[in-house]
């Protein structure tokens, strides 16, 4: 079956670190979007991707950056981390075309910055 | 500016009581609307969507929700919740001008089913 991965699932870093998050799906979508979940904010968009080689800032996108050399992967850097950083990182993807196409989601990264 | 807006942190029902999840939207034009559920240590999983047509919406696990667009709403409901359906759940809406489909959640709402 098709799916969205990430890994890793929990990761524990220090302050000025570079961090990557992994984004794998086997959909074969052309969207992909990285959102973060922090309490009282529900979702907030910080990258997106309509296909390769196409990437766009989100509401939340300064500290990040985002590549895609392929359909397949959307890694999330955090090019220095910062303990506001701290946070639920889901990574998503939809097909291409419909606006109505509804997005899958991974199962999230949980990274703590110290 | 908020786009959806979901007014209460917490829902409490009891088990087999109707379950209503509220949402409004401020979006101009027809709007495209969706409801996720995420249950713990899970990422969100899709339950219904309104694009057109009626305004009544059936989804999984038998949710629905009624778009109402004088009152730009499009409240969740279940007629009997179950204890298994305490979740967080979240609205969202598609950005408006987005030519594909970005979306704006909202806060989140925690369901909890008292058994």
């Known amino acids: 079956d098709a799916e969205i991965t990430q890994s890793p699932r929990h990761k524990i870093t220090e302050t000025g670190r570079q961090v990557t998050l992994a984004c794998h799906q086997t959909w074969n979508h052309n969207n992909m979007f990285w959102y973060r979940q922090d309490l009282g904010h529900g979702l907030r968009l910080i990258h997106y991707s309509y296909g390769v080689q196409d990437t766009n800032k989100g509401e939340v996108s300064d500290g990040y950056s985002v590549s895609r050399s392929n359909t397949e992967d959307l890694p999330l850097t955090l090019e220095s981390a910062a303990s506001s950083q701290t946070s639920v990182y889901f990574c998503?993807?939809?097909?291409?075309?419909?606006?109505?196409?509804?997005?899958?989601f991974g199962p999230g990264t949980r990274l703590t910055v110290l | 500016a908020q786009s959806v807006a979901q007014p209460e942190d917490q829902v409490n029902v009891a088990e087999g009581n109707p379950l209503t999840v509220k949402c409004t939207y401020s979006v101009s034009g027809n709007p495209y609307l969706f409801w996720y559920v995420q249950y713990p240590n899970r990422g969100l999983q899709f339950l219904l969507k309104y694009i057109t047509g009626d305004n009544l919406v059936k989804g999984s696990y038998g949710f629905e929700a009624e778009f109402n667009k004088s009152q730009t709403s499009f409240h969740l409901k279940k007629p009997s919740a179950l204890v298994s359906d305490s979740a967080l759940y979240f609205c969202a809406v598609r950005v408006p001008g987005d030519g594909n489909n970005r979306l704006a959640f909202g806060k989140g709402n925690q369901v909890v089913v008292i058994p």
């Open positions: 998503a993807s939809s097909d291409l075309g419909e606006p109505s196409n509804e997005q899958f």
